[in-house]
């Protein structure tokens, strides 16, 4: 290990420390130089019993989420190798019944083809007793036929819907199940062997040895529980039966080699490897940094940084690799944290590898609660419209349910809204917090979402 090896090592073992004394993460962190650990240490628990607590091991296996997306990419990859497509083939040519047309490869590949949400389409049209799979996903667009967001390549927006298609584009092109393949063709070549395609709640069996629970806390049930436990997350069971866009199973030392499989030309051939970590290229010539799976971006002293986050109920999880520096950083935790704690995490892991000194993170903060009723609710209930930058719409709907205060958006997702002032309320499920504003004739005209380090304002549509 050289000097500055050692230095890294003895900074990321100071980190460590803070960690552990603030107990705000619960989880498996990995650095890596070159592909040895720097630091790979498991903290807090994997299962909470009805007799024990199992403890985490760096050899837990985590569900990834959506760091799931970069490996389904990499089976399409595996397929342009073996001569099976090309990056601008019609997605038509094996999904006839997909009522969209011009959609290429590419640009489910690259989050450019203006998919509708089938999130927000389960929420509204599925029958939530049933677990839908992959091709129920592609029946529901066929036969309801939501919108474009807009026609390919005319715009970028993360679609959860486009690595649905590409699981299903796998199986039709290979002939094999999206699971075997991708154990075929990437898991065991690369002697990934606690690596697998997990979805529990629809196949129910024997639960991988050493596996990672993921958990979310709820003042309303004393503690941490399962996200089945909480009515509003009824979602995790409906979805569970789902893959492409999640539900790789994963360690953190089978993502450290996933991680050196994509450095050898042996596994990958340079020129697709180039392809995948470049931004992809809007039809009005702007760029978009995302590649083939991948979030790329340039750290001031790192260097070219391709990325990868995820998260569902329980489980928050990143893949990043410095690839100008041949570095990498794992983080898989399975008990829900505030976001802006994984942020100041991740700065301080980035500060001790460029040389700098490090600000620990600062411990999450334990909010406190306050009682109110029902008539103080009264001036909150109603429909709100969020707006981005791109004039993008979201409505958001705010009731009440079981004396509590709700929110559910256009999308179907939906939150319970936990008081901590008169007017400012907390959201577990995102970590994030929520106020009610301009307050006139006995009716808020403004919400306003403080989402960690941005905000996003709402005005009242009714």
Same mark, same amino acid.
């Given at each position: 290990?050289?000097?500055?090896?050692?230095?890294?090592?003895?900074?990321?073992?100071?980190?460590?420390?803070?960690?552990?004394?603030?107990?705000?993460?619960?989880?498996?962190?990995?650095?890596?130089?070159? +592909?040895? !650990?720097?630091?790979?240490?498991?903290?807090?628990?994997?299962?909470?019993?009805? &007799?024990? /607590?199992?403890?985490?091991?760096?050899?837990?296996?985590?569900?990834?989420?959506? /760091?799931?997306? *970069?490996?389904?990419?990499?089976?399409?990859?595996?397929?342009?190798?073996?001569?099976?497509?090309?990056?601008? @083939?019609?997605?038509?040519?094996?999904?006839?019944?997909? $009522?969209?047309?011009?959609?290429?490869?590419?640009?489910?590949?690259?989050?450019?083809?203006?998919?509708?949400?089938?999130?927000?389409?389960?929420?509204?049209?599925?029958?939530?007793?049933?677990?839908?799979?992959?091709?129920?996903?592609?029946?529901?667009?066929?036969?309801?036929?939501?919108?474009?967001?807009?026609?390919?390549?005319?715009?970028?927006? %993360?679609?959860?819907?486009?690595?649905?298609?590409?699981?299903?584009?796998?199986?039709?092109?290979?002939?094999?199940?999206?699971?075997?393949?991708?154990? @075929?063709?990437?898991?065991?070549?690369?002697?990934?062997?606690?690596?697998?395609?997990?979805?529990?709640?629809?196949?129910? +069996?024997?639960?991988? =040895?050493?596996?990672?629970?993921?958990?979310?806390?709820?003042?309303?049930?004393? +503690?941490?529980?399962?996200?089945?436990?909480?009515?509003?997350?009824? %979602?995790?069971?409906?979805?569970?039966?789902?893959?492409?866009?999640?539900?790789?199973?994963? =360690?953190?030392?089978?993502?450290?080699?996933?991680?050196?499989?994509?450095?050898?030309?042996?596994?990958?051939?340079?020129?697709?490897?180039?392809?995948?970590?470049? !931004?992809?290229?809007?039809?009005?010539?702007?760029?978009? @940094?995302?590649?083939?799976?991948?979030?790329?971006?340039?750290? $001031?002293?790192?260097?070219?940084?391709?990325?990868?986050?995820?998260?569902? *109920?329980?489980?928050?999880?990143?893949?990043?690799?410095?690839?100008?520096?041949?570095?990498?950083?794992?983080?898989?935790?399975?008990?829900?944290?505030?976001?802006? %704690?994984?942020?100041?995490?991740?700065?301080?892991?980035?500060?001790?590898?460029? +040389?700098?000194?490090?600000?620990? *993170?600062?411990?999450?903060?334990?909010?406190?609660?306050? !009682?109110?009723?029902?008539? @103080?609710? &009264?001036?909150?209930?109603?429909?709100?419209?969020?707006?981005?930058?791109?004039?993008?719409?979201?409505?958001?709907?705010? %009731?009440?349910?079981?004396?509590?205060?709700?929110?559910?958006?256009?999308?179907?997702?939906?939150?319970?809204?936990?008081?901590?002032? !008169?007017?400012?309320?907390?959201?577990?499920? =995102?970590?994030?917090?929520?106020?009610?504003?301009?307050?006139?004739?006995?009716?808020?005209?403004?919400?306003?979402?403080?989402?960690?380090?941005?905000?996003?304002?709402? &005005?009242?549509?009714?």
């Amino acid at each position: 290990m050289t000097g500055k090896s050692k230095d890294r090592a003895t900074q990321l073992s100071v980190l460590l420390g803070h960690i552990r004394e603030q107990e705000s993460f619960n989880g498996v962190i990995l650095v890596a130089e070159q +592909g040895e !650990p720097l630091l790979c240490e498991a903290v807090g628990v994997a299962e909470l019993g009805q &007799e024990q /607590v199992r403890m985490l091991t760096t050899d837990s296996m985590f569900e990834l989420a959506s /760091v799931s997306k *970069p490996i389904t990419a990499l089976g399409i990859i595996r397929l342009h190798q073996l001569g099976k497509l090309e990056w601008d @083939d019609p997605v038509s040519r094996w999904l006839p019944e997909l $009522p969209y047309t011009d959609i290429t490869i590419r640009h489910l590949l690259t989050h450019t083809s203006g998919l509708p949400d089938y999130i927000a389409l389960f929420s509204e049209k599925w029958n939530h007793a049933q677990i839908a799979v992959n091709h129920d996903v592609l029946e529901s667009l066929a036969a309801h036929r939501p919108a474009s967001l807009f026609a390919p390549n005319d715009r970028w927006m %993360y679609s959860n819907t486009g690595y649905i298609m590409l699981a299903i584009l796998i199986e039709r092109i290979s002939g094999h199940s999206y699971a075997d393949f991708l154990s @075929d063709q990437i898991f065991q070549p690369l002697s990934m062997a606690r690596t697998r395609v997990y979805n529990r709640r629809f196949d129910p +069996g024997p639960v991988p =040895t050493n596996y990672a629970w993921g958990y979310v806390y709820r003042l309303e049930h004393g +503690g941490y529980v399962l996200p089945d436990a909480v009515p509003e997350m009824n %979602y995790v069971h409906y979805l569970d039966g789902l893959q492409g866009d999640g539900m790789v199973n994963s =360690t953190a030392m089978d993502l450290l080699r996933l991680d050196r499989a994509l450095y050898s030309d042996k596994f990958i051939d340079p020129q697709l490897r180039e392809a995948m970590f470049t !931004p992809v290229t809007l039809h009005n010539g702007e760029a978009f @940094d995302y590649g083939f799976g991948w979030l790329i971006e340039q750290h $001031p002293q790192l260097g070219k940084v391709v990325s990868h986050s995820g998260g569902w *109920p329980g489980y928050a999880t990143l893949l990043k690799r410095y690839i100008e520096q041949n570095l990498t950083l794992i983080l898989l935790q399975n008990r829900e944290r505030d976001y802006a %704690y994984t942020q100041q995490l991740i700065r301080s892991v980035e500060q001790a590898l460029a +040389g700098e000194q490090i600000e620990a *993170p600062r411990a999450t903060v334990q909010r406190t609660m306050i !009682p109110l009723s029902a008539e @103080d609710y &009264e001036p909150f209930l109603g429909e709100y419209l969020f707006k981005d930058e791109q004039e993008q719409s979201l409505s958001a709907e705010v %009731y009440m349910k079981h004396s509590q205060l709700c929110m559910r958006l256009g999308n179907g997702m939906a939150f319970v809204l936990l008081p901590i002032s !008169p007017t400012r309320f907390y959201e577990q499920q =995102t970590a994030t917090e929520l106020e009610f504003g301009e307050i006139e004739t006995g009716k808020s005209s403004r919400l306003i979402w403080y989402d960690h380090e941005s905000q996003s304002v709402a &005005e009242r549509m009714q």
